[in-house]
């Protein structure tokens, strides 16, 4: 492994509990497997399923490492049996299946993409989660197409700020809600046509009366919200879930989902099968890399905090006040 040192910092969680079961360590810095490419990890996104993990609620699979972090851009310093595309060198950002609050990270080639034109590795190193999320359930599972109205809830969230972008690119009409004020700006600026605050406005009645429903809506709400979506959803229409601020278990009416046809899903990420993931990443590279040369994509990074202050990173994402990405350098 030439000069790759034997020992890196990383961060654990000694949870389950809060922010404060995040600490430092040391531990060996691990090969790369068949199949798998070693990064020197430049940055790490934090994103909501690090949070549950660290809750104790959103538990590794079966392989997978037990520290937090799944997006990660680097550069390759090594590579496993098999690895074609990559050498040591390569600059790229990943999806990871855990490990990403560490120096060093293993992750499968496939799920490796390359740092897209005009970006630096902070930039990069925002995308994967996000991205890998919004194109496998919006426009792969949910097929939002030109001309649809999209419905996106939290819009100035992480997730959020991809969806208004990506849902703009391809062609649809995005109505996003957030508050307070600020958090509706930034919405704005990234293109959403319309912007509900939802403590003062009701985004049934506006996405109903002003646009005749929604055809896909992104939920990361859950609660009260999963009757709202209902009833906001067009004949036809998909509806997708992707978290649960305000609870999962819910009493809800289901007589219009039969009556409006609707398809109510979600999924997590994580559990898809790695040829599933590999697949996102070649679509994502085909259709939408190249949106970041044409300017009708860009980055979004809040904050990057060391690596050490994980914990305070925690802290950011549960106070909802940031507005896209927060990072950890490494």
């Keep these: 492994m030439g000069d790759i040192p034997q020992s890196m910092q990383v961060v654990e969680a000694g949870g389950p509990g809060g922010p404060d079961v995040l600490k430092a360590a040391t531990r060996a810095v691990p090969a790369p497997?068949?199949?798998?490419?070693?990064?020197?990890?430049?940055?790490?996104?934090?994103n909501g399923p690090d949070l549950m993990q660290r809750r104790g609620l959103y538990p590794p699979p079966k392989g997978a490492p037990d520290l937090l972090g799944l997006e990660i851009a680097g550069d390759i310093v090594a590579v496993g049996d098999g690895v074609s595309r990559w050498r040591p060198g390569d600059r790229v950002c990943a999806l990871a299946n855990g490990g990403g609050y560490a120096e060093y990270c293993t992750v499968l080639a496939d799920h490796c993409l390359p740092v897209p034109g005009g970006l630096d590795l902070r930039e990069a190193a925002s995308l994967p989660e996000t991205c890998f999320t919004i194109w496998s359930n919006i426009f792969m599972t949910a097929r939002l197409s030109?001309?649809?109205t999209f419905l996106v809830h939290g819009g100035a969230g992480g997730i959020g700020a991809t969806a208004i972008q990506l849902g703009k690119a391809f062609g649809a009409t995005v109505v996003a809600t957030d508050s307070p004020a600020e958090r509706c700006d930034f919405c704005r600026a990234l293109g959403a046509d319309r912007v509900v605050d939802y403590e003062s406005e009701d985004f049934v009645a506006v996405v109903r009366?002003?646009?005749?429903?929604?055809?896909?809506?992104?939920?990361?709400?859950g609660g009260p919200y999963v009757a709202r979506n209902i009833k906001a959803a067009k004949p036809d229409g998909r509806i997708v879930q992707l978290a649960f601020a305000q609870g999962a278990e819910v009493?809800?009416?289901?007589?219009?989902?039969?009556?409006?046809r609707l398809i109510y899903t979600g999924s997590t990420l994580r559990s898809r099968p790695d040829v599933f993931k590999a697949q996102v990443a070649r679509e994502l590279e085909e259709k939408v890399w190249p949106l970041f040369a044409q300017g009708r994509f860009k980055t979004v990074v809040d904050q990057v905090l060391p690596l050490?202050?994980?914990?305070?990173?925690?802290r950011l994402m549960e106070s909802a006040t940031h507005k896209g990405k927060i990072l950890l350098a490494c």
């Excluded at 068949?34 to 020197?40: I, K, Q």
């Excluded at 929604?214 to 990361?220: F, H, R, T």
């Design 33 to 46: 497997a068949a199949g798998e490419v070693l990064v020197r990890v430049a940055y790490a996104g934090v």
């Design 146 to 148: 030109a001309g649809e």
């Design 209 to 221: 009366d002003s646009f005749g429903g929604a055809d896909v809506i992104l939920d990361i709400v």
């Design 251 to 260: 009493t809800v009416n289901l007589m219009p989902v039969m009556l409006k």
């Design 308 to 314: 050490a202050e994980a914990a305070e990173a925690h």
